[in-house]
């Protein structure tokens, strides 16, 4: 199989599951819809906890030191935050998808109000952080990359399609939408592997975890409606976990 053969079936998935979803959106009451997001949301968060508790990683204290880990989280998500702030991460990703739901509304002659508007622009935002987000993302388009297989890839792909469905069903075509940022995440990292040749240390992909975990917890207040936390505006974190490991590896 090729290289971006994982991302490929990925895609696949969310579209099919998108339309399976609002299909079946449309024969639910809008509490079933709302109870419908509040279990993605729970689930999430338990994804969420999984790839947390990489902070207790052996391999990455061993590299940086016991306590360490939990500060280099920290640090990362503050680093992050700052930076993806002063980019307007989070505002680009709800005007992109803002500015795409305005352009199919024309192109379909579609003239509903902001409140549909304001549903596109969620689902969108919301479903593109999901599946981008996340441990499986990076290592899976990095293996898949190298030539490692696409194994990590396909099972994201299975999971990515269920929650599309759940997604869609509540919170309409945004979520089909969000395949585009999909395929240029995992694209972009899926030519990085091949650069690379190689995977990260396993401190690295430790921190990687950790960091995108709290992230994943901050998409799942969104989806349960408890705080809407600009996530976006948090993902230059994953890159900054891997770098602080590094620095603090070295120092010490």
Do not use: Y
Not at 37 to 51: F, K, N, P, Q
Request: charged letters at 10%; a positive charge; one cysteine or more.
């Amino acid at each position: 199989m090729f290289p971006g053969i994982g991302t490929v079936v990925n895609v696949g998935t969310v579209l099919v599951g998108s339309v399976i979803g609002v299909l079946v959106g449309h024969r639910l009451s809008q509490r079933t819809r709302d109870v419908v997001t509040d279990a993605l949301g729970l689930v999430t968060l338990l994804i969420a906890a999984s790839a947390a508790t990489s902070v207790a990683d052996p391999a990455w204290s061993r590299v940086v030191g016991g306590s360490a880990p939990t500060l280099i989280v920290l640090g990362s998500l503050v680093v992050g935050g700052i930076a993806g702030s002063l980019l307007g991460i989070e505002q680009r990703l709800e005007g992109f998808g803002g500015w795409l739901q305005a352009t199919l509304q024309r192109r379909i002659g579609d003239r509903r109000g902001g409140s549909e508007r304001q549903r596109f622009i969620e689902g969108f935002v919301t479903s593109s952080l999901v599946f981008c987000v996340g441990p499986l993302t990076v290592l899976g388009s990095i293996n898949d990359g190298i030539g490692n297989g696409a194994d990590q890839l396909f099972l994201k792909a299975a999971l990515d399609g269920f929650a599309s469905i759940a997604f869609a069903a509540s919170l309409g075509w945004g979520v089909a939408a969000s395949a585009l940022a999909l395929v240029a995440v995992q694209g972009s990292l899926t030519a990085l592997g091949a650069v690379l040749g190689d995977v990260m240390p396993a401190a690295q992909v430790a921190a990687l975890s950790a960091t995108g975990g709290l992230m994943l917890v901050g998409v799942a207040l969104r989806l349960l409606r408890i705080r809407q936390v600009p996530v976006g505006d948090l993902l230059p974190g994953l890159l900054v976990a891997p770098l602080l490991t590094t620095v603090v590896a070295a120092l010490r």
